[in-house]
T-cell receptor, first 113, second 110 residues
Framework: NAGVTQTPKFQVLKTGQSMTLQCAQD?????MYWYRQDPGMGLRLIYY???????DKGEVPNGYNVSRLNKREFSLRLESAAPSQTSVYFC????????????FGPGTRLLVL | EDQVTQSPEALRLQEGESSSLNCSYT??????LFWYRQDPGKGPEFLFT???AGEEKEKERLKATLTKKESFLHITAPKPEDSATYLC???????????FGRGTSLIVHP
Protein backbone atom coordinates (compact mmCIF):
# COMPACT_ATOMS: atom_id res chain seq x y z
CA ASN A 1 0.00 0.00 0.00
CA ALA A 2 1.27 3.45 -0.90
CA GLY A 3 -0.87 5.17 1.75
CA VAL A 4 -1.40 8.84 0.87
CA THR A 5 0.39 10.17 -2.20
CA GLN A 6 0.71 13.78 -3.36
CA THR A 7 1.87 15.39 -6.59
CA PRO A 8 3.85 17.45 -7.30
CA LYS A 9 6.48 17.44 -4.57
CA PHE A 10 7.64 20.94 -5.36
CA GLN A 11 6.27 23.76 -7.49
CA VAL A 12 7.20 27.35 -8.28
CA LEU A 13 4.46 29.66 -9.53
CA LYS A 14 4.28 33.29 -10.52
CA THR A 15 1.62 35.49 -8.95
CA GLY A 16 -1.68 35.00 -10.77
CA GLN A 17 -0.90 31.55 -12.16
CA SER A 18 -3.15 28.62 -11.36
CA MET A 19 -2.37 25.05 -10.41
CA THR A 20 -3.92 21.92 -8.97
CA LEU A 21 -2.40 19.80 -6.22
CA GLN A 22 -3.32 16.14 -6.46
CA CYS A 23 -3.87 13.71 -3.61
CA ALA A 24 -4.79 10.03 -3.60
CA GLN A 25 -5.18 7.40 -0.89
CA ASP A 26 -5.43 3.64 -1.19
CA UNK A 27 -6.68 2.85 2.34
CA UNK A 28 -10.39 3.01 1.50
CA UNK A 29 -10.79 5.98 3.83
CA UNK A 30 -13.94 8.05 3.75
CA UNK A 31 -12.58 11.42 4.93
CA MET A 32 -9.86 13.47 3.23
CA TYR A 33 -8.22 16.77 4.17
CA TRP A 34 -6.00 19.56 2.88
CA TYR A 35 -3.77 21.42 5.32
CA ARG A 36 -1.15 24.10 4.95
CA GLN A 37 1.81 24.35 7.30
CA ASP A 38 3.73 27.57 7.84
CA PRO A 39 6.56 28.23 10.32
CA GLY A 40 5.17 28.98 13.77
CA MET A 41 1.56 28.46 12.63
CA GLY A 42 1.19 24.72 12.86
CA LEU A 43 -1.19 22.80 10.62
CA ARG A 44 -4.17 24.81 9.38
CA LEU A 45 -7.11 23.14 7.72
CA ILE A 46 -8.02 24.49 4.30
CA TYR A 47 -10.84 22.18 3.21
CA TYR A 48 -12.03 18.72 4.02
CA UNK A 49 -14.30 16.08 2.58
CA UNK A 50 -16.11 13.93 5.11
CA UNK A 51 -17.22 11.49 2.45
CA UNK A 52 -17.34 11.11 -1.32
CA UNK A 53 -19.54 13.83 -2.77
CA UNK A 54 -19.17 16.32 0.09
CA UNK A 55 -16.70 19.11 0.79
CA ASP A 56 -16.54 21.74 3.52
CA LYS A 57 -14.45 24.76 4.38
CA GLY A 58 -11.86 24.65 7.09
CA GLU A 59 -10.05 27.41 8.91
CA VAL A 60 -8.34 29.08 5.90
CA PRO A 61 -10.33 28.39 2.68
CA ASN A 62 -9.96 31.74 0.90
CA GLY A 63 -8.16 31.50 -2.42
CA TYR A 64 -8.62 27.73 -2.72
CA ASN A 65 -11.10 25.31 -4.23
CA VAL A 66 -11.33 21.54 -3.87
CA SER A 67 -12.79 18.59 -5.73
CA ARG A 68 -13.50 15.15 -4.31
CA LEU A 69 -13.10 13.32 -7.58
CA ASN A 70 -13.97 9.90 -6.16
CA LYS A 71 -13.37 8.05 -2.89
CA ARG A 72 -9.62 7.86 -3.54
CA GLU A 73 -8.81 11.33 -4.87
CA PHE A 74 -9.09 14.83 -3.45
CA SER A 75 -7.57 17.78 -5.33
CA LEU A 76 -6.79 21.33 -4.24
CA ARG A 77 -6.85 24.15 -6.77
CA LEU A 78 -5.32 27.60 -6.60
CA GLU A 79 -7.09 29.70 -9.22
CA SER A 80 -4.86 32.78 -8.97
CA ALA A 81 -1.82 32.18 -6.81
CA ALA A 82 -0.60 34.85 -4.39
CA PRO A 83 2.70 35.08 -2.48
CA SER A 84 0.73 34.52 0.75
CA GLN A 85 -0.01 31.01 -0.51
CA THR A 86 3.66 30.08 -0.35
CA SER A 87 3.58 27.15 2.05
CA VAL A 88 3.87 23.41 2.45
CA TYR A 89 0.62 21.61 1.69
CA PHE A 90 -0.32 18.29 3.22
CA CYS A 91 -3.10 15.97 2.25
CA UNK A 92 -4.45 13.57 4.86
CA UNK A 93 -7.05 10.86 5.04
CA UNK A 94 -8.97 9.20 7.83
CA UNK A 95 -11.40 6.31 8.02
CA UNK A 96 -14.25 8.38 9.40
CA UNK A 97 -14.84 10.58 12.42
CA UNK A 98 -12.06 12.37 14.33
CA UNK A 99 -11.63 9.54 16.81
CA UNK A 100 -9.76 7.71 14.08
CA UNK A 101 -6.13 8.17 13.07
CA UNK A 102 -5.24 10.59 10.29
CA UNK A 103 -2.59 9.54 7.77
CA PHE A 104 -0.60 12.20 5.96
CA GLY A 105 1.02 12.46 2.56
CA PRO A 106 4.62 13.60 2.03
CA GLY A 107 3.65 17.19 1.24
CA THR A 108 3.89 19.65 -1.64
CA ARG A 109 6.23 22.59 -1.22
CA LEU A 110 4.82 25.61 -3.09
CA LEU A 111 6.65 28.85 -3.77
CA VAL A 112 4.71 31.76 -5.27
CA LEU A 113 6.86 34.57 -6.60
CA GLU B 1 -13.84 26.18 21.16
CA ASP B 2 -11.58 23.16 21.08
CA GLN B 3 -7.94 23.88 21.84
CA VAL B 4 -4.68 21.94 22.05
CA THR B 5 -1.57 23.59 23.49
CA GLN B 6 1.87 22.05 23.39
CA SER B 7 4.85 22.97 25.53
CA PRO B 8 7.63 23.69 25.30
CA GLU B 9 7.81 25.03 21.74
CA ALA B 10 11.40 23.83 21.49
CA LEU B 11 13.52 21.49 23.56
CA ARG B 12 17.21 20.74 23.35
CA LEU B 13 18.52 17.63 25.10
CA GLN B 14 21.81 15.85 25.38
CA GLU B 15 21.85 12.25 24.26
CA GLY B 16 20.63 10.12 27.18
CA GLU B 17 18.92 13.05 28.96
CA SER B 18 15.31 11.99 29.56
CA SER B 19 12.46 14.53 29.43
CA SER B 20 8.76 15.00 28.74
CA LEU B 21 6.68 16.94 26.23
CA ASN B 22 3.32 18.30 27.33
CA CYS B 23 0.01 18.52 25.48
CA SER B 24 -2.84 20.30 27.26
CA TYR B 25 -6.23 19.95 25.65
CA THR B 26 -9.74 21.27 25.84
CA UNK B 27 -11.61 19.11 23.34
CA UNK B 28 -15.32 18.47 23.58
CA UNK B 29 -16.17 14.80 23.95
CA UNK B 30 -12.62 13.68 23.23
CA UNK B 31 -12.67 10.49 21.18
CA UNK B 32 -8.92 10.12 20.86
CA LEU B 33 -5.65 11.92 21.64
CA PHE B 34 -3.02 11.47 18.94
CA TRP B 35 0.74 11.90 18.84
CA TYR B 36 2.64 12.33 15.57
CA ARG B 37 6.29 12.69 14.70
CA GLN B 38 7.29 15.02 11.85
CA ASP B 39 10.77 15.01 10.35
CA PRO B 40 11.94 18.06 8.34
CA GLY B 41 10.50 18.09 4.84
CA LYS B 42 8.13 15.20 5.51
CA GLY B 43 4.53 14.65 6.51
CA PRO B 44 3.48 13.83 10.07
CA GLU B 45 3.84 10.17 10.95
CA PHE B 46 1.44 8.55 13.40
CA LEU B 47 2.90 7.40 16.73
CA PHE B 48 0.13 6.75 19.28
CA THR B 49 -3.57 7.03 19.98
CA UNK B 50 -4.84 7.28 23.56
CA UNK B 51 -8.54 6.91 24.23
CA UNK B 52 -9.11 7.25 27.97
CA ALA B 53 -7.52 8.81 31.04
CA GLY B 54 -4.93 6.52 32.60
CA GLU B 55 -4.03 4.87 29.34
CA GLU B 56 -0.35 4.50 28.44
CA LYS B 57 1.37 3.36 25.25
CA GLU B 58 5.03 2.72 24.55
CA LYS B 59 7.22 2.47 21.49
CA GLU B 60 10.97 2.12 21.87
CA ARG B 61 12.14 5.16 23.89
CA LEU B 62 8.74 6.89 23.78
CA LYS B 63 5.86 6.54 26.21
CA ALA B 64 2.61 8.47 25.91
CA THR B 65 0.24 8.97 28.83
CA LEU B 66 -3.18 10.60 29.14
CA THR B 67 -5.07 12.37 31.92
CA LYS B 68 -8.39 14.20 31.70
CA LYS B 69 -6.63 17.47 30.83
CA GLU B 70 -3.18 16.59 29.52
CA SER B 71 -1.08 14.13 27.65
CA PHE B 72 2.63 13.62 28.07
CA LEU B 73 5.17 12.17 25.70
CA HIS B 74 8.03 10.85 27.80
CA ILE B 75 11.35 10.32 26.05
CA THR B 76 13.75 8.03 27.89
CA ALA B 77 17.46 8.16 27.10
CA PRO B 78 16.92 9.93 23.76
CA LYS B 79 19.22 9.50 20.79
CA PRO B 80 20.00 12.03 18.04
CA GLU B 81 17.64 10.15 15.70
CA ASP B 82 14.75 11.11 18.00
CA SER B 83 15.20 14.71 16.84
CA ALA B 84 11.96 15.82 15.17
CA THR B 85 8.86 17.90 15.73
CA TYR B 86 6.22 16.11 17.80
CA LEU B 87 2.59 17.02 17.18
CA CYS B 88 -0.37 16.38 19.43
CA UNK B 89 -3.99 16.35 18.23
CA UNK B 90 -7.39 15.82 19.81
CA UNK B 91 -10.32 14.21 18.03
CA UNK B 92 -13.63 15.79 19.14
CA UNK B 93 -16.65 13.59 19.47
CA UNK B 94 -19.00 13.71 16.50
CA UNK B 95 -16.59 15.77 14.39
CA UNK B 96 -14.50 15.09 11.31
CA UNK B 97 -11.90 17.69 12.26
CA UNK B 98 -9.04 16.95 14.69
CA UNK B 99 -7.58 19.88 16.60
CA PHE B 100 -3.79 20.09 16.32
CA GLY B 101 -1.27 21.73 18.60
CA ARG B 102 1.60 23.70 17.08
CA GLY B 103 4.16 21.08 18.02
CA THR B 104 7.34 20.75 20.04
CA SER B 105 10.62 20.83 18.15
CA LEU B 106 13.04 18.40 19.80
CA ILE B 107 16.76 18.41 19.13
CA VAL B 108 18.94 15.75 20.73
CA HIS B 109 22.64 16.50 20.69
CA PRO B 110 25.17 13.64 20.58
Amino acid sequence: NAGVTQTPKFQVLKTGQSMTLQCAQDMNHNSMYWYRQDPGMGLRLIYYSASEGTTDKGEVPNGYNVSRLNKREFSLRLESAAPSQTSVYFCASMLGLAGETQYFGPGTRLLVL
Amino acid sequence: EDQVTQSPEALRLQEGESSSLNCSYTVSGLRGLFWYRQDPGKGPEFLFTLYSAGEEKEKERLKATLTKKESFLHITAPKPEDSATYLCAGGPGGSYIPTFGRGTSLIVHP
